[in-house]
Structure formats: C-alpha cells, structure tokens
C-alpha cells in the first residue's frame, strides 16, 4: 500500500511537468493550429531564467585572502557578492537563497516576451504550410535555442538549488500510520506539484472566466466567424502564444531545483510532452492535464522493481504503449474534439 | 606528323582508373611503401583528437581538447614543457616527434559510436593522421578503438571506464591509461568498509548500457567479498533525467548504502534527487543511510553542487595531487587556461606524450614499433606514481584515488578531496579475470 501511494505522489510532480508543457502545447496548436516543436526549448528556457537570475544575484568582485592559496598557490582570490556589500552577508544570503522563486517573477515578462518574438518573427509565417514544414522548422527553432544556451552557458548542469525553507523531505508514512520512511516526499516536489496546480487553474479560469478568454475560445471554436464579427483574433492568439511561452517557462523555473538544468532538458520533455498531447487528445486542454498526469503516474509505477521483474523494460516503453492503445480505442484521444487534425 | 590515339572510350577509361585511385583512402595508397599507414612526411606528423565537441559531454571534449593543445605545444617546444620533464622516459625533447613538428586535426564523436567512427575515420584517410586519440565513452572507445585496428593506426584511448575497454574488446592497436570499473571496486571496497563496516546492504541503481553494467559487478562483487549484501540491482534507462521513481521505493527496501552507477547527467541527476528525497539524512537497520558514486569526474560533481557533500566515489586523476608531474601539469594548464585541469584533460595529454614517447623510443611511426614499445612499459612522472602498460591487455596499471566531496570547498573547482590513494599493487588483476573475459588482443596491424 505505502508503494502504491508513493508511487502516486511520484507521478504527480512528474505528470506536473508533462501536464504544464502539455498545457502550452495544445494552447498553441489549439488557437494557431501549430505544431510547436520548439515548446520544450521554451521550457528549458525558463530553467535558465533561473539560472541566469542566480547568477546575477551572485555576482561578485574579488578579495584576495592571504591566509589561503589557490591551485596554482597563489593567495587566493574569493569571490563576493556585491548583496554582501548592499544589504550584509545575512541578509545577502536569504536573497541568494530565494534565487528561484524570485525567478518566477522575472520570468513571466521574460518568457511572454521571447514568446511573442518567436511567434510573430517566425512561426505566423508558417500558419497555412503543411503541419510537417511546421513541425521542421520549430524543431530546427529548438535546436538552434539550445546550441545558444550551450555557447553561453555549457553543456554540463547547472545546479541550481531550492530556497533552504524547501530542501529534505516530508515523511508521509508517519503522518498517515505507516512506518517511518515508507512514504517520504521532498518538499519542493510538493510545491512543484501545488504550484503547477495553481498554474493550471489559473489558465483554464483565464479563459473560462474573462471576456478575452471567452473570445480566445470563441476563436478556437470557429475562427472565420470570430473574425467576421469585426475581431482581431491574430491579435489574441499571438498573446496565447506569450501565455503558453510563460506556462513552459514558469514550469522550467520551478523544475530548475528538482534536476540541474542542462541545454538539453527541453528536448527531454518534449518527446513525451506530444505524446501527452496526443492521448490527452490535439487541441483538448483538460486532456492534456489530465493525460500528463495519467501518464506521469503510470510511468513511475513501471519503474517499480517489482514491475520490471515481471515485465523487463517496461518502464522504457510504458508510455508509448498506452499512447499505441488510446489511439487505437480512441482515435481522438481521451478528450479530442471531432475534425481536429483530421483534415 | 604525328598521329592522336585519344579515343572517347580510352578517355572514359583512364578517367575512371584515375578516379578510382583518387577515390582510395588515404591510408590504402599513401606511402605505402613505408609498409603502414599514414606514414608521415620529413617535416610534420599529423595526429587526430577525438573528442566530444557537441552533445552532454562537450565540456569535458573541450578540456580534453585543451589538454591535447597543451601537449602538442610541449612536444614541439613551446611553453613550459609540462609534464615532459617530469616524465621518466627522458626521450622526447621539444623538436616534435622524431623530429617533425606535430600537427593535429580534431573530430567530433558527439558521444555517438557512429558519429566517432566517422569523424576518426575521416581524420585518418582524408587528414592522414597517424594515431587517433580521445572520446569521453567507453561506447565511443571501443568503436574507434576497433576502426584504428581495421586501419593500421594506434589508438590512445581518452577517458573510458568499462571493463571491456581493455577486456572483451581489447584491440592490439589500442592502449588505454585510464582505469576501469574493477580498479574502481578494488579501490572502493576497502575504504568503504573502513567507513561503514561490512554489516551493509546495497542498492544499485545502474545506467543500462555497457559500462553500468561492467561497474555495477565490479562494485558488487568487491563489496560483497567484504560482507556486503546486495539487496537489489536496477538497470535505469540512459535517458532517464528524473530517477524519483527509482529512488523512492530505496529507502523501504531494506538497503542501507545506494551505489549510483551513473556518470554524467545521469549521476548528476540521480544523485541530486537521491538528496532530495532524504536519503543521506535517513537511517535503515539501525545505520546512517549511505550514498557511493562509484566513477567521479570533477566536471559531472560540479553540475550536482552541494550534493556531492560527503559521497565516496573514485577517481582517475585529480588536480590536488602534490608529485613532481601532477604540479606541473596543473601549473602548466591552469597558467595557459586559468582553471585546473579534469581527469579527462590529464589522461589525454598523457597519453599524447606516451605515444610520442614510445615512437621516439623505438624511432618510427610503424604501428607494430609503437606496440613493442609500449607493451610493458614502466614509467613515472606523469601523476599516478610507477606505472606499468601491461602488454598482455594493453591497461595501465597505477595508483588508484578513492575521493570524497568536500565539506567546505574554497573555490568551485575544489569540490573533491583525496581520502586514499590506492596502489597499484591492490587494483591490479589478472589478465583473464572473468571480468575481463572474452575477445582477443589479436596482432598489431601496420595497415597499408
């Protein structure tokens, strides 16, 4: 039982991510009808948001500390933060420590803003080619994204940890009558999986909720009739594609702390973030939540000893399977909607 | 009055037989009458660095790719001559090898088998070079490794660690320095009893390619020789990036020491969630719960931060060391590029000077002379202590250093400290250990 559970809560924080780069994906190719390969780039993006912002709030000058010598033994140079300068060293080190979520807020006008870049500099001009010329040249978008962040900032991880308020763990197991250690849970994926919550939800009310979403609806629905009412709805989708750009990236910042981001990570996720898509259905956004999540779940059950015992490699393949089986009992997926990529 | 016997079908023939001859690899015609390949000129002689320039592992390509400049500039004279003098073997000099300047050209294996294939390939028929060096796989080594002995060129291995390296696919024109998955068991096991006694049970988790698979059974069997029990072993998918799912079930398994037979982004990876779910605060059969990393590289600790605090694992090389060859080359690297060099680094300018060592010593390119001469060479001098190139498997035999992250590092490039250094005497193995069972070491081939 206690396997069960902790199975379920490790599937959460990973459907998480796949649910929230999901989200942005079908958000994208729901309202502009595009195949955005480079979505994950756009995740490991907002990885490097917090990066970037860890190490501007580290930036440092040198003193030299005669007591000690560096690698060549020659007194040694330390680094220190200016924030030491300005605000003292304790003060200074809550600031450092907070990295992350001060990224959160950098990142949304940062992320909005590469998204609007890149759709209207380069994927509006790809609107009424083949899914497939799509599909190219935002995968060539995505290669040449990460080949950038590679020269700035090099091919190994970066890591980038979580305030010190969030690092250990949570024992489940004691808090619910199981034995110590049988559930154990870090923080920070828990946050991760309440703030991605929260991401979510504040979309989908976006949406349901206000006059622009019920237009960006209206627009998804039917968009020649949307536009023959006299509204500009390129407009409004270019902004859906900023909001998606900011959900990845936002997803990318808080997933900075549970693995060093690295160049490549989006790419990572992007495989399985389509595949999500795909179950959850093309265009569907409570599919994509929902599939991200199922997907998530059942992956971190495959990766049981107990299951891969019974079923070798299963837990490499388990969800291209259950792709390969919604889509042969359910061509549409769990949610799509009728005359979606059907043309 | 002269008559023309040009005639449209003798054209087309000679053109062919001309462009059949200019299509031929280079080593296939070149010089052949040297009697191997790519015999190099009176002037210069071209060697090829291999190294991952693209991919995850470009960093550590590109302090190999600084080692090699750096050893390059050595041989023909220029800057402090670093290890050169240290080395025990005082044949090279500074004029190059034998004489010729040394020239290089580069490829990029990208960390794929194919892609190292082929960029090696092209280094030696279109580049000329006479030996090919490099590669931050042992996937990567063993297929260049078996390219170069096809061709009729030495190849000098740069950072791999399988066991098969020099063990089932050993190859007669390959030598490795680097050591190898059993070395890093036999260095371990001691340390890790005189830490955590041999009341222990562990839990592998073990990338599921080649050399997880050689490192996990040669952890595990040197563990279990001192009383550990293995409780499970678990192969994880190379591409895995969040290991969550597999370390969580770790703590309630009965285990109380999890081996990550991971490197790169993988151990990166798994050692920072391992952290994160508390495993290094928890206790299992009465016992602080314990974490080793059997294979470290300061370049990989370093994208898992604090992390690494503590962690046992072992190492090839480390800047820190304080003989006569470690000094120097650390000087000499940190005063060219301003940071101290990587193991990777170290093991490829090595093996360029061990190479050019052995072709002075037995005065010519020829690849079986270079064999002879290096097969059961001893040396010292270049950072490992005494050093033995076994000739039975061409291995190097030599000090082993079992590493700790450190508490309180000074600067970002202190992140290890040396806790043993292993002699050789107590990694060294016997050549058909079942380890290393399989595969022949064959003849050297000249080429040509």
């Known amino acids: ?343 | 009055m002269s008559k023309s016997n040009f005639s449209r079908r003798g054209v087309l023939k000679t053109g062919m037989v001309a462009s059949a001859g200019l299509a031929l690899p280079q080593y296939l015609r070149a010089d052949a009458h040297a009697g191997f390949t790519n015999a190099p000129g009176d002037s210069e002689v071209i060697l090829g660095f291999n190294v991952p320039q693209t991919g995850p592992y470009a960093d550590e390509g590109a302090d190999e790719l600084r080692a090699y400049e750096l050893a390059v500039e050595h041989l023909n004279g220029g800057g402090d001559g670093g290890m050169m003098p240290t080395f025990s073997s005082q044949a090279l000099d500074g004029t190059g090898i034998l004489g010729r300047e040394v020239k290089y050209v580069t490829g990029d294996t990208q960390t794929k088998s194919d892609a190292a294939r082929a960029s090696a390939r092209s280094m030696i028929e279109k580049d000329g070079a006479v030996m090919i060096t490099g590669g931050s796989s042992s996937g990567v080594a063993v297929a260049v490794q078996a390219l170069c002995q096809e061709a009729g060129i030495i190849f000098m291995a740069g950072l791999t660690h399988s066991n098969d390296t020099t063990g089932k696919d050993k190859r007669a024109n390959g030598f490795r320095h680097f050591f190898n998955s059993y070395m890093s068991g036999a260095a371990l096991a001691p340390v890790l009893e005189a830490a955590y006694g041999n009341n222990r049970k562990a839990y592998h988790l073990t990338a599921d390619y080649n050399w997880g698979y050689t490192t996990q059974e040669a952890v595990q069997s040197s563990t279990e020789a001192m009383g550990w029990e293995t409780v499970n072993t678990v192969l994880t998918p190379l591409t895995q990036t969040d290991f969550s799912s597999y370390i969580a079930p770790v703590l309630n398994s009965g285990a109380d020491v999890l081996v990550l037979n991971h490197y790169g982004g993988n151990m990166v990876n798994s050692l920072t969630n391992a952290v994160q779910f508390g495993l290094r605060e928890a206790q299992a059969n009465g016992q602080n719960f314990e974490i080793v990393v059997p294979l470290y590289s300061r370049l990989m600790a370093k994208g898992a931060g604090a992390n690494v605090k503590g962690i046992f694992g072992s190492t090839n090389w480390h800047w820190s060391l304080q003989d006569a060859g470690s000094q120097a080359f650390v000087r000499s690297f940190g005063t060219k590029y301003g940071f101290p060099p990587s193991q990777a680094a170290h093991t490829c300018y090595v093996q360029t000077l061990l190479y050019a060592d052995a072709v002075t010593r037995a005065g010519s390119f020829n690849p079986c002379a270079v064999v002879e001469a290096l097969e059961d060479f001893e040396f010292d001098g270049l950072g490992n202590g005494p050093t033995l190139y076994r000739g039975e498997d061409h291995q190097c035999f030599k000090d082993v250093l079992v590493v700790k992250g450190k508490e309180n590092p000074d600067n970002e490039f202190d992140l290890l400290e040396i806790v043993e250094v292993t002699p050789a005497a107590q990694v060294t193995y016997p050549a058909d250990h079942p380890q290393f069972a399989g595969g022949a070491l064959g003849t050297c081939n000249p080429g040509a």
Request: hydrophobic share 55%.
């Open chain 1, 1 to 343: 039982m206690d396997q069960f559970i902790l199975q379920i809560l490790n599937g959460l924080d990973k459907g998480s991510a796949y649910a929230l780069i999901a989200l942005g994906l079908t958000l994208i190719f729901g309202t502009l009808g595009v195949v955005n390969f480079a979505h994950g780039a756009l995740f490991m993006l907002g990885a490097f948001v917090a990066v970037t912002v860890s190490n501007i709030l580290t930036l440092s000058h040198k003193v030299v500390d005669e007591t000690r010598t560096d690698f060549l033994g020659n007194p040694l140079q330390v680094d220190v933060p200016y924030l030491y300068d300005w605000f003292g060293q304790t003060a200074g080190d809550a600031i450092i420590d907070w990295a992350v979520p001060i990224s959160i807020i950098i990142a949304i006008p940062i992320m909005v803003a590469i998204g609007f870049i890149m759709e209207r500099g380069l994927i509006k001009h790809f609107y009424k080619r083949p899914h497939a010329d799509q599909i190219l040249v935002t995968f060539g978008l995505a290669i040449v994204i990460q080949e950038i962040v590679k020269y700035f900032y090099g091919a190994n991880p970066i890591p980038t940890p979580a305030p010190e308020a969030f690092v250990g763990s949570f024992d489940f197991g004691v808090a619910f009558g199981f034995d110590p250690n049988a559930i154990i849970y870090p923080y920070w994926r828990l946050v991760y999986f309440f703030f991605s919550i929260f991401i979510i939800g504040a979309v989908f009310a976006f949406l349901q909720f206000t006059t622009f979403g019920m237009v960006v609806r209206a627009g998804m629905a039917d968009r020649e009739t949307v536009g023959i009412l006299g509204i500009d709805i390129d407009k409004r989708f270019t902004i859906m594609f900023g909001i998606a750009a900011a959900v990845a990236g936002l997803a990318g910042v808080m997933y900075a702390p549970i693995n060093s981001p690295n160049y490549h990570m989006g790419m990572d996720f992007l495989v399985l973030s389509f595949v999500v898509v795909v179950v959850g259905g093309m265009g569907s956004l409570p599919g994509a939540v929902a599939a991200g999540f199922l997907l998530g779940i059942l992956e971190s059950f495959a990766s049981m000893s107990a299951v891969i015992d019974i079923l070798p490699g299963i837990n490499q393949i388990i969800i291209y399977l259950v792709a390969i089986i919604i889509l042969l009992t359910r061509p549409r997926g769990l949610m799509g909607r009728k005359g979606v990529m059907e043309e």
